[in-house]
């Protein structure tokens, strides 16, 4: 994952004061809530369990529970016709004394039906437009190309390191503002709200897996350069990942565990560096996450993804993954009478 100067300045100093140590296995009292295969029903009250205490670590808890009095008061303030899908901006409401800005692609001709909705998400240093810049290559324009096969897409910038608001926690307000994201699609005629999913690759990887853990409304995550170990993420990376009572509950294939049975692709490219996403990590941690898809009966949802290439996204297996779990729409319900 890419780090600024000013990362760079905070993982030295927290080399420093010894906080880090290159190699070092964890220490006793951490993930003591690791999944163990089991029953589908113990897999279920993990999950249960497990999410409730992230939530809390995150700072969460009493903005979901409050999420009904904090309007969305969505205003368009800008709209542009591009290739195959129109690119609007879009101010929400996140909490009642913070505002965000989203960009929404819709496709253009609009296919007639409710459509699936992905929402996808940068790396460091990008921003909501980042999806849809053809010069940002690595992310291969991904907002853009979903756009254009029908999906509605909305992103947001969730790469700040600042906290803004007192009280929270840098990785839940940008969790928080993805799940606001998710809320308005919900909000949109033109959505499935039963076909939304996520996508992101490096700090977007990581948001696509805490967003797929934490919103059982996401129905697809693909994880694009992310899939690692938190022992990996101590070193040459940028420390925002980190808070208190993490590391002592969980590592990341446990995050990842919380999205079963819901499809989950994990990407990885053979040609990351060492320090970095390596293929070798992801699979060992992929094999930790395959245990609770068996144990839910869901073994065909989750996999991962190995290419040829480096710290990047790869177009066309994440368009292949969503377009396969998440385009068949959704089926009516019967009323009581079986009408």
């Not at 979901?64 to 969505?74: G, N």
């Not at 700090?203 to 805490?210: D, K, T, V, Y």
Request: glycine share 8%.
């Amino acid at each position: 994952m890419p780090f600024s100067h000013r990362s760079l300045q905070s993982i030295l100093a927290l080399a420093l004061a010894g906080v880090l140590a290159p190699g070092a296995a964890p220490s006793e009292g951490q993930r003591t809530m690791r999944y163990k295969a089991g029953s589908a029903n113990a897999a279920h009250a993990w999950q249960q369990d497990v999410r409730g205490q992230l939530a809390e670590l995150l700072h969460l808890t009493d903005l979901a529970k409050s999420r009904a009095t904090i309007p969305l008061e969505a205003e368009t303030t800008g709209r542009e016709d591009r290739d195959g899908f129109i690119l609007e901006t879009v101010r929400l409401r996140s909490t009642k004394g913070r505002s965000i800005t989203c960009a929404l692609a819709k496709p253009s001709p609009t296919p007639s039906g409710a459509l699936p909705a992905v929402v996808c998400i940068h790396g460091h240093q990008g921003t909501q437009m980042t999806p849809f810049n053809p010069k940002e290559d690595i992310y291969k324009e991904f907002g853009a190309a979903l756009a254009k096969r029908g999906f509605v897409v909305i992103s947001t910038n969730v790469g700040q390191h600042e906290v803004y608001e007192t009280g929270r926690t840098l990785m839940g307000e940008r969790l928080w503002d993805l799940m606001r994201c998710v809320d308005y699609l919900q909000s949109l005629t033109e959505v499935d709200p039963k076909r939304i999913g996520c996508a992101g690759l490096s700090l977007g990887g990581e948001m696509a897996m805490w967003l797929g853990a934490m919103d059982e409304r996401i129905a697809a995550t693909v994880s694009a350069g992310f899939l690692t170990y938190m022992d990996q993420m101590e070193q040459n990376h940028c420390i925002c990942w980190k808070f208190d009572g993490l590391r002592e509950r969980v590592d990341y294939p446990d995050i990842y565990c919380l999205i079963a049975p819901r499809a989950l692709q994990c990407q990885n490219g053979l040609k990351e560096p060492e320090t970095q996403f390596t293929v070798p990590l992801a699979r060992k941690a992929m094999e930790e996450v395959k245990p609770i898809y068996r144990d839910l009966g869901a073994a065909g949802n989750v996999e991962l993804l190995v290419h040829e290439g480096a710290h990047e996204i790869a177009l066309e297996p994440l368009i292949a993954f969503l377009d396969r779990h998440m385009k068949r729409p959704t089926a009516p319900q019967k009323d009581p009478a079986g009408r």
